[in-house]
């Protein structure tokens, strides 16, 4: 069963924009992860936000954690070609003693276009 | 530091037969995890090894599919017999310790059942 949920599935750019997806989930989590995944590529680790933050940055990358709405956000600034991918948020929901494990959403389909 | 290796890459087989997919983590990472992941969807887990020790496999296909790790470092996914909706990229991954860290991904191995 899926956790998080991206929206929009799709989302299609002009380089130099902004592009902001948008990842809601359903129980409580130890952290969320974000994730980018290039066409015929492995899955590259791009944010972990723990629960009890609010926001992080990493480079053009920033990402706000709302536990009361049970949401996140991914802002990509100043968009390039090369950022076309899919993007994945991923929760950790099981208990911390059980070890963690990651539960994917079914993605936000970015194209930069030049 | 040298990633999430993985093999084969890529794999073409017909239904019924049988697959064996090898991952060798990352040096130091005592979690393993294997996803698989369908075309168009999200990354499902489908075993997490803690050491040699299995922490959960409860979306494994347990009639068709297995998956060891003897020495808590490399670990094999076999698939015997292959249907033809296990056709998807099985993704080895890998992280230092149980709660909280960053999962690091391999490039996956790409099969199609045909």
């Known amino acids: 069963s899926q956790q998080g949920e991206e929206d929009p599935q799709a989302l299609s750019i002009q380089e130099g924009e902004n592009a902001t997806m948008n990842c809601s989930y359903k129980?409580?989590?130890?952290?969320l992860q974000w994730y980018r995944q290039n066409s015929g590529r492995g899955l590259v680790h791009l944010i972990l936000i723990r629960s009890n933050e609010r926001e992080k940055h990493s480079g053009r990358l920033r990402v706000t954690l709302d536990t009361s709405k049970k949401s996140s956000s991914l802002l990509i600034t100043a968009s390039r070609a090369a950022d076309t991918a899919s993007y994945f948020c991923?929760?950790?929901?099981?208990?911390?003693?059980?070890?963690?494990?990651?539960?994917f959403g079914g993605g936000t389909r970015v194209l930069v276009k030049p | 530091e040298a990633g999430v290796a993985q093999s084969p890459r890529y794999k073409i087989i017909e239904k019924r037969q049988s697959v064996a997919f090898w991952c060798n983590p990352i040096?130091?990472?005592?979690?393993l995890y294997w996803y698989q992941q369908i075309l168009g969807q999200g990354p499902k887990l489908l075993i997490q090894?803690?050491?040699?020790?299995?922490?959960?496999d409860s979306q494994l296909p347990k009639d068709r599919f297995s998956a060891e790790r003897l020495k808590g470092v490399d670990s094999t996914l076999k698939i015997q017999p292959a249907k033809l909706e296990d056709s998807a990229v099985y993704l080895c991954?890998?992280?230092?310790?149980?709660?909280?860290?960053?999962?690091?991904f391999g490039e996956g191995s790409w099969l199609t059942v045909v």
């Open positions: 090894f803690q050491n040699n020790g299995v922490v959960d």
């Open positions: 040096s130091g990472h005592a979690t």
């Open positions: 129980t409580s989590i130890n952290n």
């Open positions: 991954a890998s992280s230092f310790g149980p709660a909280g860290n960053t999962i690091y």
């Open positions: 991923a929760t950790d929901d099981r208990p911390k003693a059980a070890g963690n494990k990651l539960t």
